[in-house]
């Protein structure tokens, strides 16, 4: 148990659907993050959080949508997605937004579209 | 912007060998470079850090060695296990803010 739950765990959804993706940490962190990790290529930063306000989405299309309602809980909105979306999609947080100190990782929700 | 590059793509060793994985970075100002690993169906964990004023530091059977002049650090794990099988990833800071992450290495230790 990191501290850090994804669900669903798993989600095959079609072109025309809209979803979401639940994140939820126990830590007390006020950070939060979606990374995008595709085979073989860096896990890919999304959307950052910091204090509930986002701070950061690195250029992400729109179809992708991140809410913040409060510090321990984050969504990922998903509608009109392609398929080269599908990926493991993984939400970390973090005790103050920045590099220097530890994130934790939920299991992540493997997402395929079709 | 930050820059890593990890090498290598796959590794693969008898159990007892050592195993070492490379990472470089391109921004000077990077400070933390923690490593992360991932075992199947799970998320990354952190499983040792180093920060820039230190060049090595070590934990039971894993150590990280960091060259600051040559912008590279690296993963070292002695006497392997097959547990140790799983992909790992380096990361820096980039611009004191958010981590950057290596593209992996996926370690095989065969029993």
């Known amino acids: 148990e990191t501290g850090v739950t994804q669900t669903p765990r798993h989600l095959v959804m079609g072109m025309t659907n809209k979803k979401s993706l639940k994140c939820e940490q126990h830590l007390g962190h006020n950070a939060m993050y979606w990374y995008k990790q595709s085979a073989k290529k860096p896990l890919e930063l999304m959307f950052v959080?910091?204090?509930?306000?986002?701070?950061e989405n690195n250029s992400v299309p729109s179809r992708f949508s991140p809410e913040c309602p409060n510090s321990s809980h984050l969504f990922l909105h998903l509608h009109t997605l392609q398929p080269e979306d599908s990926a493991l999609y993984l939400c970390?947080?973090?005790?103050?937004?920045?590099?220097?100190?530890?994130?934790?990782f939920g299991q992540g929700t493997r997402l395929t579209v079709v | 912007g930050e820059n890593v590059e990890q090498h290598p793509s796959t590794l693969s060793v008898q159990e007892g060998d050592s195993a070492v994985i490379k990472c470089t970075y391109s921004d000077s100002a990077s400070n933390y470079f923690p490593w992360y690993k991932q075992e199947l169906g799970k998320g990354p964990q952190l499983i040792i850090d180093i920060r820039s004023n230190v060049g090595e530091k070590k934990d039971q059977r894993i150590a990280v060695t960091l060259n600051k002049t040559a912008k590279h650090f690296s993963l070292h794990i002695t006497e392997t296990q097959p547990e140790d099988s799983a992909v790992y990833f380096c990361a820096a800071t980039y611009n004191n803010n958010d981590m950057r992450f290596g593209a992996g290495t996926r370690l095989t230790v065969k029993p």
């Open positions: 970390a947080s973090s005790q103050g937004r920045g590099g220097n100190t530890e994130a934790f």
């Open positions: 959080y910091s204090l509930e306000e986002r701070v």
